[in-house]
């Protein structure tokens, strides 16, 4: 079954120009599925996503989130999406400096009105789950590059979401540390979350199961 | 309403936060002592307005020997076209604390008898209305500060008569005056006290701050004419005035005090204003990468913009305290008359305006497209 079917997608920054960024692009992404977006700088892979996750809206086309046209739904309703179906890993990470680790993974769950007990156990699983439970009180600022991502990666999982969107999760990290980041995300996938990477690196690209490769907002190959 | 993010915010950033309250706080106090300005000129000419009556004239006289100025006043009064004469104290400490409905009157034993009451025979004679007696008076003068012993309690008066209005006594002195005044009555028969009466303070007083009332039907011209002949043939410096001509001569010596109060408070208004839209703008632009990770993790543009409303509106809130009490102490150092609680809301009103007008234009500046841009700029 379809989680997410991208339908026609159109997108122009600069309409006098009709230059488009992206530019029909078509695909479904199944339950559980791992993709990557590659292509060269100014393709699209970075709008696409933002487009997927309902942060941008396309020009044309549609996008259906569990067959529901995002088109369809209201503001409020689409930030209700954002915060429960999608989980956001960025190349620079994007933690707020003023909050803790802790804060910064408690961030979905702000949003949502459930149980403060049940949030607090979620969000000190995820923490262990991803060994800062000695860094839980620290900011930002006081964490290495590799140790802010893994609390990005938190802060994308600990809502329990269906689809993590990364872009370039490993650009500003070093080899070892990308390594560590990319396992998280395929234990993730082995979970069951469906996982969309934006990436310049072939070997992520390699370890997803589709390689979606764009060219001047087109998609040349899948 | 991200109400955790904006308490994070101020306590991380707290000398911006300190910054912007500081500037706040200033502009308010300009402004409010700009309004204040404005309405305490507006007050004054329109006490000036509602203490006289149309058919009011006000006589200026030079200073001029008493024997001189008695004859003219006794002209006067003799004069068919006056239907009294009347003096206030010091114009700018009464008029402010004179209800618009009390008519005051300080009564010589000769004017009495325009009122077809008998004149007073001594200091101790009054009149007083029908539904009081001594012990009333004396509860009725309860709030009269300093000289109530003097004027009301340990004085025996003789009462001449009841009279059907509400009429209160008052016997000299300032302090019992205000008390009188405050206890609102509409009417004031005042026997001027023996050293007003035959003294000089009387015939002062009359020099320069008399109300003379016209008969109703009577010209103003003729009236002019006889007493200029009697000015001139007794050779007396004196200006007769109707009370537009006066009110107008008030506009023209509190004008230029006024352009300057209005202008000063315009253009601070005009200066606070920008360095207030600026604040905001520099703070939302300050954090459009926060309120992007805010927007992309569940809040929605309409909850930023809430959010940052709330924090502006709490900011104006506290600074619009301070200034108060700032503007009410310089208000009530510098000229004595402090600040009113109605300058205060006209000047908070107007930055809180100013605030819900900013709210729409940072709706484009919070547009997604701008957060978007926001976070490729981390890159």
Redo the contacts between chains.
């Keep these: 079954m379809e989680k997410l079917i991208i339908d026609s997608i159109s997108k122009s920054f600069n309409k006098r120009e009709k230059r488009n960024i992206l530019d029909g692009i078509n695909f479904k992404i199944t339950k559980g599925e791992m993709i990557a977006i590659t292509g060269p700088s100014g393709s699209g892979k970075?709008t696409l996503l933002?487009i997927i996750?309902c942060?941008?809206?396309p020009d044309e086309g549609s996008i259906y989130v569990d067959n529901i046209d995002v088109k369809s739904l209201s503001?409020?309703e689409?930030?209700?999406l954002?915060?429960?179906t999608f989980g956001?890993v960025?190349?620079?990470f994007?933690?707020?400096?003023?909050?803790t680790v802790y804060?910064n993974i408690e961030?979905?769950l702000?949003?949502?009105k459930t149980n403060k007990k049940t949030q607090k156990k979620d969000i000190m699983e995820t923490i262990q789950y991803l060994g800062l439970s000695e860094l839980y009180n620290k900011y930002p600022s006081e964490l290495s590059g590799g140790q802010q991502q893994r609390v990005a990666i938190g802060?994308a999982l600990v809502g329990k979401p269906d689809i993590i969107l990364a872009d370039e999760p490993t650009g500003s990290l070093d080899q070892e540390n990308g390594k560590m980041v990319l396992n998280y995300l395929k234990d993730l996938n082995s979970k069951g979350s469906s996982i969309i990477i934006v990436t310049h690196d072939h070997f992520i690209a390699n370890q997803c199961n589709r390689i979606i490769n764009l060219v001047d907002g087109k998609i040349k190959d899948i | 309403m991200n109400l955790?993010?904006l308490y994070?915010?101020n306590?991380?950033y707290k000398g911006r936060w300190f910054f912007v309250m500081l500037q706040l706080i200033i502009s308010i106090t300009f402004i409010n002592w700009g309004v204040h300005s404005y309405i305490s000129s507006y007050k004054l000419y329109k006490n000036v307005l509602s203490i006289s009556q149309h058919n009011d004239v006000r006589i200026f006289v030079n200073n001029e020997n008493e024997s001189k100025l008695r004859s003219f006043y006794d002209f006067i009064q003799d004069l068919p076209e006056v239907t009294s004469i009347a003096t206030y104290l010091n114009r700018t400490n009464y008029i402010p604390e004179l209800k618009t409905d009390t008519e005051l009157f300080f009564v010589s034993n000769e004017l009495l008898s325009k009122y077809h009451l008998e004149p007073f025979q001594s200091s101790t004679d009054i009149y007083i209305s029908e539904n009081l007696n001594n012990t009333n008076l004396q509860k009725l003068n309860l709030p009269i500060a300093d000289d109530k012993k003097q004027t009301v309690i340990h004085r025996e008066f003789n009462i001449k008569k009841n009279l059907s209005s509400n009429i209160i006594l008052w016997n000299g002195g300032t302090t019992s005056l205000q008390g009188a005044i405050y206890d609102k009555q509409n009417f004031i028969i005042a026997p001027i006290q023996n050293e007003q009466l035959n003294g000089k303070k009387y015939i002062e007083r009359m020099s320069y701050n008399s109300i003379i009332t016209l008969q109703k039907n009577s010209s103003f011209e003729q009236f002019n004419s006889k007493v200029n002949e009697y000015l001139s043939l007794n050779n007396i410096s004196a200006k007769v005035y109707t009370i537009e001509q006066m009110i107008d001569q008030i506009k023209k010596q509190n004008s230029t005090l006024i352009f300057i109060s209005i202008s000063l408070g315009i253009i601070l208004t005009c200066l606070s204003m920008i360095g207030f839209i600026g604040i905001i703008f520099m703070s939302i632009k300050k954090r459009l990468?926060?309120l992007?990770?805010?927007?992309?993790?569940?809040?929605?543009?309409?909850?930023l913009l809430l959010s940052l409303f709330f924090e502006f509106t709490c900011q104006l809130i506290i600074a619009s305290s301070i200034s108060y009490f700032i503007s009410y102490l310089l208000t009530h150092l510098i000229n004595d008359t402090p600040i009113s609680l109605l300058t205060f809301g006209i000047s908070s009103s107007l930055f809180f305006i100013i605030g819900i007008i900013i709210t729409f234009f940072i709706r484009n500046k919070l547009s997604?497209t701008e957060?978007?841009r926001s976070?490729?700029e981390?890159?």
């Design positions: 970075s933002n996750g942060i941008d809206f503001m409020k689409i930030a209700l954002r915060n429960q956001y960025f190349q620079n994007l933690l707020l400096p003023q909050y804060e961030l979905p702000y949003y949502r802060r | 955790k993010y994070k915010y306590i991380q990468t926060d992007a990770i805010l927007y992309i993790h569940g809040s929605s543009i309409s909850k997604r957060l978007i976070i490729k981390v890159y």
